[in-house]
């Protein structure tokens, strides 16, 4: 069974920092890309950052790009989002999805990340 489980968000104030992490198991992590995306109230769910499963090369949204880190640990299956200078407008529900934008066909359960200004 295909599972991802995020974890590491909460409320920080704009400028700081939350690392999240996203914990997979049930399928070969190599083998797949692995996305972050974000769904904000009344707002469409938007891809953050994406790993390929073929290498460690990740693509960002323009959004948050040079603010947020997107690494992995094959060895425990876990992915992370660093993401630094948070601002109020990243507030959202963040989710992990085994996959890119175009075939993320398994997501986790979502964490809320809360940037006050």
């Known amino acids: 069974e295909v599972q991802l489980v995020e974890s590491g968000g909460g409320l920080v104030q704009a400028g700081g920092s939350l690392r999240l992490s996203c914990a997979a198991s049930g399928f070969t992590f190599d083998d797949y890309a692995i996305g972050w995306f974000r769904q904000a109230p009344g707002k469409e769910r938007e891809g953050v950052s994406c790993?390929?499963?073929?290498?460690?090369?990740?693509i960002y949204a323009n959004s948050v790009k040079g603010r947020f880190t997107f690494s992995s640990d094959n060895a425990k299956n876990t992915v992370y989002l660093q993401m630094n200078s948070l601002k109020p407008e990243d507030t959202a529900v963040y989710y992990c999805?085994?996959?890119?934008?175009?075939?993320?066909?398994?997501w986790g359960q979502g964490t809320q990340v809360t940037v006050s200004s």
């Open positions: 790993i390929s499963g073929s290498d460690d090369s990740a």
């Open positions: 999805a085994k996959g890119d934008r175009v075939t993320a066909d398994y």
